[in-house]
């Protein structure tokens, strides 16, 4: 085998370094992919494969992309679950001795993508980290998107630790996770199989030795204290963790992190994985919003709004004075109506400027980005006059406006409003901003106007009317002339270079205006790029004020979309109390509502309080009774986010935690069955609800036989109700679990009612009190379409069951009176009425018939005879 090239040698010792990601190798106007990483390329991105050094003594297989595409392929590579390390030209290669030096100088994971181009909008692309001390049921997650500056860190404790970080996790919804070596050992496997996210690149990370210090020096601070970290050891470990990994992946470039923010999650609404997924809060990753509360909630104006109350429909609040002051706000544009549209008008004009500073800070902002930022920026202080006229809510929006308008005046007079995408081909300076550049400008278009001057003149001088003046990279200007025309060429044309049907030639003073027009075009792009570059490094250096104007603008850009949502769906400001009470009149469920095709929606009231706060709620399937359920809890979620709610009246107290337990599902992937699942949310909701807590339980136990089934239902009720204290809503098809109302103080019947057409029933989703006393579950299956023969079984087997059960009752009833001598209660022929009466008629028949029989008097034949009428009787004629 031949020795490999000064090139390949110089790829195989980098990808050394690189073996588990795409190394996509830098080659002039390609990035090119070698061996293994060139098969996959060529599969995942539909490339064709080639070769390199065929005529060595083995072929290197080998795909490639154009440099300035690069970023959607990279983007579909990490989009599938690959990392891919970027490897450029560190050095000119005009300039170079021997081989261009090379070297990686980012590698991209799908938590460190930083090309937003090929982001969801609406979305933070988080990365995560995640450390579990078992011994102290401790857990430090945190987690930061790289694009926005964001990152944050939280504490979890308690024996239900991991259900907590299943439920956290599933809020942040990262796209990819870090977990350092024990915790990837112990926990991967059950965070993989349970978070129900889709896609999550899971990495296993060395522990940071000293993070505190690793922290401190990274942001050039004192101490942790600086973060609210200070003997926060499990949250500091975290911290460091994440940010060793993103910064080692970037390579030396700056990120974007400014602060690591240490957040308390007491003072957030308590949402398992379970409660986010009944209740479609927000869509899964590559989900529609349709069908969720995000979908219905979201008309905000700008991305960073979405983003903004896609976060905190995941994170409500628990500060009563906090909810309250984000209502007095949403009042204030609910009741002016030419403020609200005025503002949000000038909202959707606002570009992505959280991301835009990102873009500065990694250097890959271009001249249209800064013209956004300007834009943004103008709109931004339009809105902060306007707002500055209403006082009693000036302090919404409060800006930096000395700083923003110098970063709006510095682009305003250099970036040309026509600026291209790209930063390396000049055109995006504007005229009269650098005389230096100026004077280049003019001496570029001297010299085109004089190339064209020479084209004319020599059509004339030598009769070739298609006589053109052509350009490229290569060759610079050169007359091409066709070899039809070679008798007309004069003969002081230097020939440049050969082809097929023509030759390329230059005469003497285009050689000259050539080296002076492509000095000048080359000087115009280095002296634009140097100007440019100058401007964003003035803008990076007040890049905090850029920050503190987004966060400003995603406020009040929730604030308003809450108040015009308000008006659009009809809701109504709910009064947050510090009572125990509970009361929704009117109440809706703000998605359903959206999707139904026809008809008015069925209002429904709930209140639960001291005195009554368990619901126990029967009613047949497909009535309405999980959606009742449902409703109440997104409108509890919906008061504490700040929103109105969709209700005609509501009275919300602070909740602290919501649990539901809805439908039926077997887990597959960790081998649990339906009602083992079920039965391991429950037991999670007894050992975290607290008196504070709403619970939403449906169908408790019915993954068992039908005596366990009550016997649990029936003990898991009266333990929330005896030992919890919960607002409970309880819905249920066992009508015995009736029977509590009578034993449990708090607890209340409600059924939802149904109305009897004849044979047919009409689900009136109306909830009113009392309980059900039938399920109707044969006339759901009619009308889901089982066929008739099926239905008429049913009808036959049910009514067997019920006269079997009914008999048994009475016979027990019976029994128990005379085993303790109570005598007195036992009536022989209301038993035995009740006997018949459950009998089926082929069975009260053979009743009749033993009765007239005389037994004494019959013969042994004659009694034979009567044994076989009887048989036949209840074999509907078959005596075998």
Same mark, same amino acid.
């Given at each position: 085998?031949?020795?490999?090239?000064?090139?390949?040698?110089?790829?195989?010792? $980098?990808?050394?370094?690189?073996?588990?990601?795409?190394?996509?190798?830098?080659?002039?106007?390609?990035?090119?992919?070698?061996?293994?990483?060139?098969?996959?390329?060529?599969?995942?991105?539909?490339?064709?494969?080639?070769?390199?050094?065929?005529?060595?003594?083995?072929?290197?297989?080998?795909?490639?992309?154009?440099?300035?595409?690069?970023?959607?392929?990279?983007?579909?590579?990490?989009?599938?679950?690959?990392?891919?390390?970027?490897?450029?030209?560190?050095?000119?290669?005009?300039?170079?001795?021997? %081989?261009?030096?090379?070297?990686?100088?980012?590698?991209?994971?799908?938590?460190?993508? %930083?090309?937003?181009?090929?982001?969801?909008?609406?979305?933070?692309?988080?990365?995560?980290?995640? #450390?579990?001390?078992?011994?102290?049921?401790?857990?430090?997650?945190?987690?930061?998107?790289?694009?926005?500056?964001?990152?944050?860190?939280?504490?979890?404790?308690?024996?239900?630790?991991? +259900?907590?970080?299943?439920?956290?996790?599933?809020?942040?919804?990262?796209?990819?996770?870090?977990?350092?070596?024990?915790?990837?050992?112990?926990?991967?496997?059950?965070?993989?199989?349970?978070?129900?996210?889709?896609?999550?690149?899971?990495?296993?990370?060395?522990?940071?030795?000293?993070?505190?210090?690793?922290?401190?020096? !990274?942001?050039?601070?004192?101490?942790?204290?600086?973060?609210?970290?200070?003997?926060?050891?499990?949250?500091?470990?975290?911290?460091?963790?994440?940010?060793?990994?993103?910064?080692?992946?970037?390579?030396?470039?700056?990120?974007?992190?400014?602060?690591?923010?240490?957040?308390?999650?007491?003072?957030?609404?308590?949402?398992?994985?379970?409660?986010?997924?009944?209740?479609?809060?927000?869509?899964?990753?590559?989900?529609?919003?349709?069908?969720?509360?995000?979908?219905?909630?979201?008309?905000?104006?700008?991305?960073?709004?979405?983003? +903004?109350?896609?976060?905190?429909?995941?994170?409500?609040?628990?500060?009563?004075? /906090?909810?309250?002051?984000?209502?007095?706000?949403?009042?204030?544009?609910?009741?002016?109506?030419?403020l609200r549209e005025s503002v949000r008008e000038k909202l959707k004009e606002i570009y992505d400027i959280e991301r835009i500073?990102? #873009?500065?800070?990694?250097?890959?902002?271009?001249?249209?980005?800064?013209?956004?930022?300007?834009?943004?920026?103008?709109?931004?202080?339009?809105?902060?006059?306007?707002?500055?006229?209403?006082?009693?809510?000036?302090?919404?929006?409060?800006?930096?406006?000395?700083?923003?308008?110098?970063?709006?005046?510095?682009?305003?007079?250099?970036?040309?409003?026509?600026?291209?995408?790209?930063?390396?081909?000049?055109? $995006?300076? #504007?005229?009269?901003?650098?005389?230096?550049?100026?004077?280049?400008?003019?001496?570029?278009?001297?010299?085109?106007?004089? %190339?064209?001057?020479?084209?004319?003149?020599?059509?004339?001088?030598?009769?070739? /009317?298609?006589?053109?003046?052509?350009?490229?990279?290569?060759?610079?200007?050169?007359?091409?002339?066709? /070899?039809?025309?070679?008798?007309?060429?004069?003969?002081?044309?230097?020939?440049?270079?050969?082809?097929?049907?023509?030759?390329?030639?230059?005469?003497?003073?285009?050689?000259?205006?050539?080296?002076?027009?492509?000095?000048?075009?080359?000087?115009?792009?280095?002296?634009?790029?140097?100007?440019?570059?100058?401007?964003?490094?003035?803008?990076?250096?007040?890049?905090?004020?850029?920050?503190?104007?987004?966060?400003?603008?995603?406020?009040?850009?929730?604030?308003?979309?809450?108040? !015009?949502?308000?008006?659009?769906?009809?809701?109504?400001?709910?009064?947050?109390?510090?009572?125990? $009470?509970?009361?929704?009149?009117?109440?809706?469920?703000?998605?359903?509502e959206k999707l139904i095709s026809s008809g008015d929606y069925v209002k429904n009231d709930v209140i639960l309080d001291n005195?009554?706060?368990?619901?126990?709620?029967?009613?047949?399937?497909?009535?309405?009774?999980?959606?009742?359920?449902?409703?109440?809890?997104?409108?509890?979620?919906?008061?504490?986010?700040?929103?109105?709610?969709?209700?005609?009246?509501?009275?919300?107290?602070?909740?602290?935690? $919501?649990?539901?337990?809805?439908?039926?599902?077997?887990?597959?992937?960790?081998?649990?069955?339906?009602?083992?699942?079920?039965?391991?949310?429950?037991?999670?909701?007894?050992?975290?609800?607290?008196?504070?807590?709403?619970?939403?339980?449906?169908?408790?136990?019915?993954?068992?036989?039908?005596?366990?089934?009550?016997?649990?239902?029936?003990?898991?009720?009266?333990?929330? !109700?005896?030992?919890?204290?919960?607002?409970?809503?309880?819905?249920?098809?066992?009508?015995?679990?009736?029977?509590?109302?009578?034993?449990?103080?708090?607890?209340?019947?409600?059924?939802?009612?149904?109305?009897?057409?004849?044979?047919?029933?009409?689900?009136?989703?109306?909830?009113?009190?009392?309980?059900?006393?039938?399920?109707?579950?044969?006339?759901?299956?009619?009308?889901?379409?089982?066929?008739?023969?099926?239905?008429?079984?049913s009808k036959k087997i049910l009514k067997k069951l019920e006269n079997r059960k009914n008999l048994i009752e009475s016979k027990?009833?019976?029994?128990?009176?005379?085993?303790?001598?109570?005598?007195?209660?036992?009536?022989?022929?209301?038993?035995?009425?009740?006997?018949?009466?459950?009998?089926?008629?082929?069975?009260?028949?053979?009743?009749?018939?033993?009765?007239?029989?005389?037994?004494?008097?019959?013969?042994?034949?004659?009694?034979?005879?009567?044994?076989?009428?009887?048989?036949?009787?209840?074999?509907?004629?078959?005596?075998?």
């Open positions: 085998m031949s020795a490999d090239t000064p090139l390949m040698q110089q790829y195989k010792k $980098i990808k050394e370094e690189y073996k588990n990601e795409i190394l996509m190798f830098r080659l002039g106007d390609f990035y090119e992919m070698f061996f293994e990483d060139a098969k996959i390329s060529a599969k995942e991105l539909g490339l064709t494969l080639t070769t390199r050094n065929r005529e060595k003594d083995y072929d290197v297989p080998l795909a490639g992309v154009p440099y300035h595409s690069v970023a959607s392929y990279i983007a579909k590579l990490v989009e599938k679950g690959y990392s891919v390390a970027i490897c450029e030209q560190v050095e000119d290669p005009k300039t170079a001795v021997g %081989i261009v030096k090379r070297e990686v100088t980012r590698v991209i994971t799908p938590g460190t993508i %930083i090309d937003t181009d090929f982001l969801d909008k609406k979305n933070n692309n988080y990365i995560a980290c995640i #450390k579990i001390n078992t011994a102290e049921n401790l857990v430090g997650i945190s987690y930061a998107d790289i694009t926005t500056g964001e990152f944050s860190v939280f504490q979890i404790n308690g024996k239900n630790f991991f +259900e907590k970080t299943l439920g956290e996790i599933n809020k942040i919804a990262p796209s990819e996770i870090v977990l350092d070596e024990k915790t990837y050992d112990e926990y991967k496997a059950n965070l993989q199989d349970r978070t129900s996210l889709a896609g999550v690149k899971f990495t296993k990370i060395i522990n940071v030795r000293k993070a505190e210090e690793y922290i401190t020096n !990274h942001f050039n601070i004192i101490s942790t204290e600086t973060f609210a970290l200070k003997n926060k050891e499990i949250s500091i470990s975290a911290s460091a963790n994440l940010l060793k990994y993103v910064d080692e992946l970037q390579k030396g470039n700056e990120l974007t992190f400014k602060q690591i923010k240490y957040k308390n999650i007491e003072d957030i609404m308590e949402l398992n994985i379970s409660t986010q997924n009944n209740l479609s809060l927000v869509p899964k990753r590559n989900e529609e919003a349709r069908g969720t509360l995000f979908g219905v909630l979201d008309d905000c104006m700008t991305s960073i709004g979405s983003r +903004e109350l896609k976060k905190i429909i995941k994170n409500p609040y628990l500060d009563i004075d /906090k909810i309250r002051k984000k209502q007095f706000y949403v009042d204030y544009f609910f009741k002016n109506v030419l500073a990102g #873009k500065i800070i990694y250097g890959t902002e271009n001249g249209k980005d800064l013209l956004f930022l300007k834009e943004s920026i103008r709109k931004s202080i339009e809105i902060y006059k306007i707002l500055k006229e209403h006082q009693d809510i000036k302090d919404i929006f409060e800006l930096d406006l000395e700083t923003l308008l110098d970063i709006y005046n510095k682009i305003e007079i250099t970036i040309d409003e026509n600026a291209p995408f790209s930063i390396r081909e000049g055109e $995006i300076i #504007k005229d009269n901003f650098s005389q230096e550049l100026d004077e280049l400008r003019r001496i570029s278009k001297l010299g085109k106007d004089f %190339i064209l001057e020479i084209e004319q003149r020599e059509r004339e001088r030598t009769g070739i /009317k298609g006589l053109k003046i052509k350009y490229n990279k290569v060759f610079g200007y050169f007359i091409e002339i066709t /070899k039809a025309n070679q008798d007309l060429v004069p003969e002081d044309y230097i020939r440049k270079q050969t082809l097929v049907n023509s030759e390329r030639y230059i005469v003497q003073d285009l050689k000259e205006y050539e080296e002076k027009v492509i000095t000048a075009k080359s000087k115009i792009e280095a002296l634009e790029y140097e100007i440019f570059k100058k401007l964003s490094s003035e803008i990076k250096g007040k890049i905090e004020s850029i920050y503190r104007l987004s966060k400003n603008i995603s406020n009040l850009d929730v604030i308003s979309n809450f108040a !015009h949502i308000a008006v659009k769906n009809s809701y109504v400001k709910p009064e947050m109390t510090k009572e125990n $009470i509970l009361e929704i009149k009117g109440g809706r469920h703000p998605v359903v005195e009554k706060n368990l619901i126990i709620l029967t009613g047949p399937n497909m009535s309405g009774k999980s959606t009742y359920m449902k409703q109440i809890a997104l409108n509890i979620i919906m008061a504490h986010i700040g929103s109105y709610v969709a209700a005609d009246y509501a009275k919300i107290p602070i909740i602290d935690k $919501i649990f539901t337990r809805v439908g039926a599902s077997d887990d597959l992937i960790s081998g649990q069955s339906t009602f083992m699942l079920e039965m391991t949310e429950v037991a999670s909701i007894l050992n975290s609800a607290t008196e504070k807590s709403f619970i939403v339980l449906d169908e408790i136990g019915r993954g068992t036989s039908t005596y366990d089934g009550i016997s649990i239902a029936t003990a898991i009720t009266e333990y929330i !109700h005896n030992n919890i204290g919960a607002k409970t809503i309880f819905a249920t098809h066992y009508h015995e679990l009736t029977e509590l109302e009578k034993e449990l103080e708090k607890a209340v019947n409600f059924r939802v009612e149904v109305k009897e057409n004849g044979k047919n029933i009409v689900f009136l989703r109306e909830i009113v009190k009392g309980g059900a006393d039938k399920s109707y579950g044969i006339e759901v299956a009619r009308l889901s379409g089982v066929p008739n023969e099926v239905l008429n079984r027990i009833k019976a029994e128990q009176m005379m085993l303790f001598g109570d005598f007195s209660e036992v009536d022989e022929q209301e038993v035995e009425e009740t006997i018949i009466e459950n009998f089926s008629e082929e069975e009260n028949k053979v009743l009749e018939i033993l009765k007239e029989m005389d037994l004494n008097s019959m013969s042994p034949l004659e009694s034979l005879l009567k044994l076989s009428e009887m048989k036949k009787i209840l074999t509907g004629g078959n005596n075998e």
